[in-house]
């Protein structure tokens, strides 16, 4: 029962499966590979022997017709006696009757042989009975001539290849059952730490890693690709976890504020009541928008709007969000050009990238354009197949320290200013839906941020947009 459990097991491995058909394709080549040489070598000894047989036959019976029978049995006894296959040849001289005239054989059983030409005899030699391969002919005078091998020489020599034809077959069987054995433990053995890394995973522990090897093969590989997605499932989940904490820390001081507010609002009467009704309803509209900013991010993550993209006209984008937010620089005294170099065209969601050059100008009309004299410049330009978007102001520039946690959600680099720190988180998910690269960096004075997009292939920009050399607004 343990030895049927245990084949059981090992028939249920794809490792010792897979091992073992290629053993047996590798003994089934075998068989044909001998098949095919077994055949060869027996036609090519038995056309030799029939061969050999027929001139010997026919020079013999040139010699009776030339000198005489009593010549032919001397010639006979010479052939037998002269050294040269004399352990395999074969002449017989009969009587028509089959009485023995010459020769170093007898026929068995003892017959007058009425059928001539190439055949197989049962033979007497040297008081042994034995197969040979002869030619007969009847002579002029009615004798029998009859020569040709004995055919034990080819019997053994095919006994012998059979015998060691079946040990290669065994030999090979073994050798393929027990290569399917250690290819199936040396295929567990390296799989087995792979599952149980994920069962560890699977329960929980998401920071352990599967154990890799020096090599570079399969499982190493597979080894190096899982570890790479956990440790992006680690990152996800830390960062839905911080997000998830974040989100209902920035909710819940607005939601208790409302409810106090409303608790408060019972008690008031006439334009008191209308005025924080009017309050709390400005709240919750805010509140709206937080949310709608995180479905947005949401939405921008999973990757559902790629399917939407085509070739995006960056001169006219910007000439979109120059004529919207040039007029907004000059009244606070401040100024806002772009400039472009060439006809950068990209490949994405026009929306969502003049969605994200608001959320940046607007960043900077904030911080820049706060007092008179603020300058804000796009610059946008394509070098080989990214197109790379550089918008610079001399405003105040964030403390280096904060600026790897510029796209955090709710995190907001000033905090006396207003805002719920979700504009750049919005920014980097449109971004990172296009393939793209967003960075930051301190001037002296101001901040820059550089955004690169891939960059529209030539035959889709072609057919869809028709652009100046280069532009200025």
């Excluded at 073992?20 to 077994?38: A, S």
């Excluded at 009467?269 to 209308?274: H, K, R, Y």
């Excluded at 005025?275 to 919750?284: F, I, Y």
């Excluded at 410049?377 to 978007?389: F, H, K, N, S």
Aim: with cysteine; net charge negative.
């Amino acid at each position: 029962m343990k030895a049927v459990t245990s084949a059981g097991r090992a028939w249920s491995s794809m490792a010792f499966r897979l091992a073992l058909v290629y053993g047996g394709l590798l003994l089934l080549t075998l068989i044909v590979v001998l098949t095919i040489f077994y055949v060869q070598m027996v036609s090519v000894f038995s056309h030799r022997i029939d061969q050999e047989a027929k001139l010997d036959l026919q020079r013999l019976q040139q010699h009776a017709l030339q000198y005489g029978e009593d010549s032919l049995r001397r010639e006979i006894d010479r052939m037998l006696s002269d050294g040269v296959d004399t352990q395999t040849e074969i002449a017989i001289l009969t009587d028509a009757a089959n009485n023995y005239l010459a020769g170093n054989a007898r026929i068995l059983p003892r017959r007058t042989l009425s059928t001539f030409g190439l055949r197989e005899l049962r033979l007497e030699r040297h008081g042994r009975a034995m197969t040979g391969r002869v030619a007969v002919a009847q002579l002029p005078s009615g004798n029998l001539l009859i020569v040709g091998r004995d055919l034990d020489a080819l019997e053994d020599i095919e006994q012998r290849f059979m015998s060691a034809s079946l040990t290669a077959v065994v030999i090979v069987l073994i050798l393929a059952l027990s290569g399917s054995v250690a290819f199936r433990r040396l295929v567990d053995d390296r799989a087995a730490s792979i599952r149980h890394t994920m069962l560890q995973v699977a329960n929980g522990d998401l920071g352990q890693r599967i154990p890799l090897t020096e090599g570079n093969d399969e499982f190493t590989q597979l080894g190096r690709d899982i570890n790479r997605m956990l440790e992006q499932i680690e990152q996800l989940m830390d960062g839905v976890r911080h997000v998830s904490n974040t989100i209902a820390h920035n909710l819940r001081t607005p939601l208790t504020r409302v409810l106090l507010q409303l608790r408060t609002a019972r008690h008031l009467g006439g334009q008191e009541q209308q005025r924080l009704l009017e309050h709390l309803e400005q709240e919750v509209q805010g509140l709206g928008t937080v949310f709608d900013k995180l479905l947005q991010i949401a939405e921008l993550e999973s990757g559902m709007r790629r399917q939407e993209f085509t070739v995006v006209d960056i001169p006219g984008l910007l000439a979109d969000i120059a004529d919207l937010y040039a007029p907004v620089a000059e009244e606070t005294g401040c100024r806002l050009e772009v400039a472009v170099d060439g006809h950068p065209c990209a490949l994405g969601d026009g929306d969502l990238l003049a969605n994200a050059l608001a959320n940046l100008v607007e960043n900077a009309l904030k911080y820049a354009c706060s007092e008179e004299g603020g300058q804000i410049r796009i610059m946008a330009w394509q070098q080989g197949d990214v197109v790379e978007l550089r918008l610079q102001d001399n405003g105040p520039g964030v403390p280096p320290q904060r600026l790897p946690h510029l796209t955090d959600r709710f995190y907001r680099a000033h905090e006396q200013q207003p805002g719920h720190g979700l504009g750049l988180s919005s920014v980097q998910a449109i971004v990172q839906l296009h393939n793209g690269t967003l960075q930051f960096a301190n001037l002296d004075p101001g901040f820059e941020v550089l955004l690169r997009l891939p960059a529209a292939a030539g035959a889709e920009r072609l057919a869809q947009v028709t652009l100046p050399a280069s532009a200025s607004f």
